[in-house]
């Protein structure tokens, strides 16, 4: 090959290198989900080690970094455990939980070893894992002779004191058990705490008790016992003041006010993941962007991570009557359209560090059989991993 010749290959090559690296940054940045959440379904509480192993490399094959369990154990609020909560005075106001591994603590029945398959099969494909501790159901109110939501009779500040007192102390429990089981797994990541717990009060007036006696001792009794990542997750349009009405939404403004309260006040915590709300309340591009703005801005001047909690269903536009009996958990949402997901992503990936997404399992996994629209996870797991991948 003479000079002239080696010349044109040479720069063939460096044009070449050059496209091929512009293509790799585009993959790069374009916007796609890094994590999900796992909620744990009946469909699922009997599987074997080798079909957690397939749903896990699922996750894995569409580029998921982390996954966010829900709750390792559940208060049986729906009489699933033929045990009445009358039967658990060892914790008052609380009712029984159905446990996703072998707990030995008290009101607690052992319904699966789901968790401890799901901890293994992440661990093969380098998932991480972040775990939710207990999810509340309705007991305490019953208890206290409260509607479990609004717009029921609203808690006392005191009666909003004794749940907060006792349901942080339970969660402590749950930690330490947790922790003492599965602290030394590699993938063990760090701990969700879930603010549905104060769906039950008139949260606007009383935030400073949701911080105080509920947010701020459980945050600082897991980092210290621990060092563990800590994360939580809300929704701009899950969160409303009932003043003697229908349910006003929080402001950006108010929403921002308050995790700047969480922010300085529990250093020991570490980040948040919103909800986009356009799934459950169908929030449009302004609702959307006005939320992560005020809250973008507001972590940033705490030197604070922020993530997006993107929600890939929909409502069903003519939900079937009555509702699909169970083992599905959704009567009226289903998995939403590629297209409407693909904007989500474009929205959301300007303003945050990390896209995690409720949930893969009843609405993506190719594995469900969850609904009866499971069919309609499995397509778009496929639509997702071409989007990906294109």
């Known amino acids: 090959m003479d000079k002239s010749s080696e010349k044109w290959v040479l720069l063939l090559m460096v044009y070449l ?12 940045v374009k916007p796609q989900l890094t994590s999900f959440f796992y ?12 079909m957690w192993n397939k749903e ?11 996954i966010i369990v829900r709750s390792v154990m559940t208060e049986d609020s729906m009489g699933i455990v033929q045990r009445g909560v009358e039967n658990c005075s060892q914790i008052p106001y609380l009712g029984v939980f159905r446990a996703f591994y072998a707990s030995s603590l008290p009101c607690t029945t052992h319904v699966s070893d789901a968790l401890d398959k799901l901890l293994i099969a992440a661990a093969t494909v380098e998932i991480k894992v972040y775990l939710g501790l207990s999810m509340p159901g309705g007991a305490i109110w019953k208890h206290m002779n409260f509607s479990p939501w609004p717009p029921g009779p609203f808690p006392t500040e005191s009666d909003a004191r004794v749940y907060y007192k006792l349901y942080t102390s339970w969660q402590k429990s749950v930690f330490s058990e947790v922790w003492s089981r599965y602290g030394a797994k590699k993938q063990f990541m760090g701990v969700y705490i879930g603010l549905e717990v104060g769906n039950t ?17 459980l945050c600082d009794y897991i980092k210290e016992a621990s060092n ?21 939404p929080v402001s950006p403004d108010d929403l921002a006010e308050f995790y700047d309260g969480i922010y ?15 799934g459950a309340s169908e929030n449009n591009v302004s609702i959307v962007t006005s939320y992560l703005t005020a809250l973008a801005k507001v972590s940033k001047e705490n030197n604070r991570e922020i993530w997006s909690n993107l929600e890939i269903f929909s409502h069903i536009p003519s939900p079937p009557s ?21 904007k989500q992503l474009n929205l959301e990936h300007s303003f945050v560090s990390g896209i995690t997404s409720w949930e893969f399992h009843a609405f993506m996994s190719p594995y469900s059989t969850q609904c009866q629209w499971h069919d309609r996870a499995k397509i778009l797991y496929q639509n997702y991993s071409r989007y990906i991948k294109a």
């Open 322 to 342: 009555p509702s699909p009996a169970p083992p599905c958990a959704y009567g009226t949402i289903f998995p939403a359209d590629m297209d409407r997901i693909e």
């Open 39 to 50: 909620a744990f379904y009946d469909d699922t509480l009997d599987w074997n080690q080798s």
């Open 17 to 28: 290198g050059m496209k091929i690296g512009q293509c790799d940054g585009d993959q790069a």
């Open 201 to 217: 009060v008139e949260w606007v007036k009383q935030k400073d008790l949701l911080i105080d006696e509920f947010f701020k001792p």
């Open 228 to 248: 563990n990542t800590l994360i939580t997750t809300t929704s701009p349009s899950y969160f409303f003041s009932f003043i003697q009405g229908p349910p006003v």
């Open 264 to 278: 300085k006040r529990v250093p020991s915590f570490d980040f948040i993941a919103p909800k986009d709300g356009m």
């Open 56 to 66: 896990m490399e699922a996750l894995r094959d569409i580029q998921i970094q982390s």
